[in-house]
């Protein structure tokens, strides 16, 4: 990889991996680049997007979407500053309604040390459309909370790193991106 030289701001001149601007750069939601390649993105039949809030304590949802339309009318619903990864690709374990075949079949796929999302409604009120499942115990147990529902179980995907996904943050009203607390 080539190397450039970068003014750092803790004095002096340092020797850096050369990087892409899509790396250097803070994308906006709005950017022509970002939805440029989300919107490559959407060419397979489903797509993880997580959102991550800003000074919400962590707070974040996991959600399978189909078509840019529903990502625009997402992306219309947040606020300044939130954080939206779009995974280029994700591991599907299982999809299905949550029943009894259901919930007797997914943990059977379970290995342990593994960490699983699964992204459907459950059956109470106020709470996440999401769960994470690190044992076979959890699982059934998330899969318990949503029987009768549609519910997708993903591979927790690697949202940090920027070979596997897509970010960029909702930009302020005056049109800058100031990323915030997550």
Partial sequence: M???????????LQLIPKRSIYEMKRLSTTDKLFLDLVQNVFEAPEVLVIIRYVYAAGNRDFLILRDMTEFDSLLGALRCRDSVIVMRSFKKIKDGRADQAFLEGAPEK??????WIIVGEDNFEHTAGWAYAESKDELTEELQDRMGNHV?????????SDDNSISAYVPDED????????
């Avoid at 379970?110 to 960490?115: A, H, I, L, N």
């Avoid at 049109?175 to 997550?182: D, E, L, N, Q």
């Fill in 2 to 12: 080539r190397k450039v030289l970068w003014f750092s701001k803790y004095g002096g």
């Fill in 110 to 115: 379970y290995s342990e040390g593994t960490s």
């Fill in 175 to 182: 049109g800058i991106v100031r990323p915030g607390a997550y």
């Fill in 152 to 160: 997708i179980i993903v591979a927790e995907p690697d949202y940090i």
